[in-house]
Nanobody, 115 residues
Framework: QVQLVESGGGLVQPGGSLRLSCRVS????????VGWYRQAPGKERDLVAT???????DYGDSVKGRFTIYRDGAKNTVYLQMNSLKREETAVYYC?????????WGRGTQVSDSE
């Protein structure tokens, strides 16, 4: 019954920034990791960033140094700050939360090149 609701997507210029939010319907610390993946048309769904229960972060190679994942436990929300966005990063961005008994995906939020 856990639900993940993404928000914050939209149109952005190359070099611009967006912040995505993933609100989880239960305590985010019930999951081993919460994070973001993205899928462009015709492409595989790829890792963007994750944060685990202890605060360890992992990033896809292409976003290191530009994206930051962080969380607010009181709000059960995980954020993805995306800076210096590239045209080719147009994709649907999906939130994911997993533990030993659950692997849950949100519906996704679209990030698109405004040009």
């Amino acid at each position: 019954q856990v639900q993940l609701v993404e928000s914050g997507g939209g149109l952005v210029q190359p070099g611009g920034s967006l912040r995505l939010s993933c609100r989880v319907s239960i305590n985010i610390f019930d999951f081993n990791a919460v994070g973001w993946y993205r899928q462009a048309p015709g492409k595989e769904r790829d890792l963007v960033a994750t944060i685990n229960v202890g605060g360890r972060t992992d990033y896809g190679d292409s976003v290191k140094g530009r994206f930051t994942i962080y969380r607010d436990g009181a709000k059960n929300t995980v954020y993805l700050q995306m800076n210096s966005l590239k045209r080719e990063e147009t994709a649907v961005y999906y939130c994911n939360a997993r533990n030993v008994s659950r692997n849950t995906w949100g519906r996704g939020t679209q990030v698109s090149d405004s040009e």
